[in-house]
């Protein structure tokens, strides 16, 4: 039997989680949302945009969409990105502002 594989930290899955929705094409940036509150707190600093709860399974990230994407595919896409990293049986995905390819 393998030993159980140790659970990334809530800052360091958080992190790793902001790296892989942001590699994303259609996503322009992560957002706190309207009062900052979507954030995973760490010493020092916050992740801003991807929430992690851990007692409840869940992961929240807010992000800035670049115009012209599908919303709905894109969402369906960065839900599967954050499930594959944190296997939380809940994620959800709100889009706070939709930009040009510009901004």
Known sequence: MSPPTPTPEPGQLADEIADAVLAHPAVAR???GPFGVVA???PGRKVIG???DES???VE???VLLAGNPIP???AELRE???AISGAGAVD???TDIVDGDA
């Open 50 to 52: 991807v929430t992690v």
């Open 61 to 63: 990230i807010a992000v």
């Open 93 to 95: 995905v709100t889009v």
């Open 56 to 58: 409840a399974g869940a």
């Open 81 to 83: 990105r954050v499930r």
């Open 40 to 42: 995973t707190l760490v």
């Open 73 to 75: 595919a894109v969402v």
């Open 30 to 32: 992560l957002d706190g």
